[in-house]
């Protein structure tokens, strides 16, 4: 029987510019990852629809990835668009 861990980060990148909290449980058989999707701002503002996740496959394998800290671009997108519309196109291996 194989092993579960459950690793727990939070980040914290500015004083009281909130946090994201991104967990994973890593089985035997499966690997979650999970990340809160609160963007905060320094006047107290908050919204709570953005993605801190991404899944990547490629034909060697596949990624989850979470990130933290950068919520919005000066421009106003996602990172996750930006992962999605660079690292996705790209006919490489996973590694």
């Known amino acids: 029987m194989g092993r579960t861990s459950i690793n727990l980060t939070a980040v914290a ?17 499966a690997i979650w990852l999970m990340a809160d999707r609160r963007l ?16 990547l496959r490629r034909i060697d394998g ?3 990835l979470g990130y933290a800290v950068l919520g919005l671009t000066a421009l106003g997108s996602e990172p996750s ?7 996705r196109p790209r006919d490489v291996p996973l590694e």
């Open 13 to 29: 990148p500015r004083k009281h510019c909130g946090m994201t909290l991104v967990v994973s449980v890593n089985g035997p058989n």
């Open 40 to 55: 905060s701002w320094a006047d107290g503002s908050q919204r709570d629809d953005h993605y801190k996740v991404m899944a």
């Open 62 to 64: 596949a990624a989850i």
């Open 81 to 87: 668009t930006w992962m999605e519309s660079v690292l």
